[in-house]
């Protein structure tokens, strides 16, 4: 299993970028994935989270600009950003906390997984 990143790039202040994250591999059901962000010198932090029944939970930087959304079909979280700013610049790590087995035997398996990265660049 692991997660498939892509969407970063360089945009100038105001434009928008989307990003996606894909799961790919055998698993039971997803419970949660998200997004965060590690600037140059800085903590890696949270952007955005999307957990069962689609409750998500935003940065107060992403309120307003930036929208979580999956595609359970296709095991694909998406992040919508708009209106980017210069301090936006990061790079963007997807994060999925996914159920690989779960039987009627009881057995259940949970792993966490971090994506690869995408570097997202905005300039002024």
């Known amino acids: 299993v692991q997660l498939v990143e892509s969407g970063g790039g360089l945009v100038q202040a105001g434009q928008s970028l989307r990003l996606s994250c894909e799961v790919s591999?055998?698993?039971?059901?997803?419970?949660?994935m998200g997004w965060y962000r590690q600037a140059p010198g800085k903590q890696r932090e949270l952007v955005a989270i999307?957990?069962?029944?689609?409750?998500?939970n935003y940065a107060d930087f992403a309120k307003g600009r930036f929208t979580i959304y999956r595609d359970n079909a296709k095991n694909t979280v998406y992040l919508q950003m708009n209106s980017l700013k210069p301090e936006d610049t990061a790079v963007y790590y997807c994060?999925?906390?996914?159920?690989?087995?779960?039987?009627?035997?009881?057995?259940?398996?949970?792993?966490?997984?971090w994506g690869q990265g995408t570097q997202v660049t905005v300039s002024s």
């Open positions: 994060n999925a906390d996914l159920t690989l087995v779960r039987n009627v035997e009881g057995v259940r398996v949970d792993r966490n997984y």
């Open positions: 591999g055998s698993i039971f059901t997803v419970n949660a």
């Open positions: 999307m957990a069962v029944k689609d409750i998500t």
